[in-house]
């Protein structure tokens, strides 16, 4: 996999108009963010909306991740370790209500 500069992505992506596009053209150049959603044991990347795993056979190990909408501590100890690969374009996971 070529490894790319933000500013090399940012360049690449600013050519699509298109949120959805741009999104998954992210995560083929770079990978899938950490920060991720659930939905009935479904784990999506929160930035391109990838179905990634499920949780309901217990196969996708989430203790590296920081899961949309959760207030716990090991997501945000997570987010501290969020690099702008996993940021960029990715939504902010907590609402501010959490971060008080």
Not at 77 to 98: G, V
Request: proline letters at 2%; a negative charge; aromatic letters at 12%.
């Amino acid at each position: 996999m070529t490894e790319y500069t933000e500013q090399e992505v940012l360049d690449i992506v600013s050519k699509f108009e298109n949120k959805d596009e741009r999104n998954k053209i992210i995560c083929a150049m770079i990978g899938h963010s950490k920060i991720i959603d659930t939905f009935f044991g479904y784990i999506r990347c929160a930035r391109c909306e990838t179905l990634l795993g499920d949780a309901l056979t217990g196969v996708f190990d989430g203790s590296k991740y920081v899961i949309v909408g959760h207030n716990c501590s090991q997501c945000k100890d997570n987010y501290k370790d969020l690099t702008w690969k996993d940021l960029l374009f990715a939504p902010y996971p907590f609402t501010k209500e959490e971060d008080e």
